[in-house]
């Protein structure tokens, strides 16, 4: 299990950015350097919908809806991962949850709120 703290949403309008963040500071570097970890996002009622994913080599993916606007980054010596997000839009308004990939339940924090007013 991995203890993951979520943080850096906010309100913000459309068009600006945010930088979340994601520490594990509860998990030894032995085992968050080789996890794989991704971004995830859901709205109250829907389920959670992966946003982006970074290997433990740095390799990302990006969901068609964020490409080209959102960046996913690790920096394993901190063992956070990151969301820069740019050009957001009122449809990226979500909670915003890190977890390794696969998922693990048990893996799940409070999450960040996003809002986008436009």
């Known amino acids: 299990q991995m203890y993951l703290v979520e943080s850096g949403g906010g309100l913000v309008q459309a068009g600006g950015s945010l930088r979340l963040s994601c520490r594990a500071p509860r998990t030894i570097t032995s085992v968050f350097n080789p996890t794989n970890m991704a971004w995830y996002r859901q709205t109250p009622g829907s389920q959670r919908d992966l946003v982006a994913s970074i290997s433990s080599r740095g390799i990302t993916h990006d969901a068609d809806s964020v490409k080209g606007r959102f960046t996913i980054s690790r920096d394993n010596s901190r063992k956070t991962v990151y969301l820069q997000m740019n050009s957001l839009k009122s449809e990226d308004t979500d909670v915003y949850y890190c977890?390794?990939?696969?998922?693990?339940?048990?893996?799940w924090g409070q999450g960040t709120q996003v809002t986008v007013s436009s």
């Open positions: 977890n390794s990939v696969p998922v693990q339940d048990s893996n």
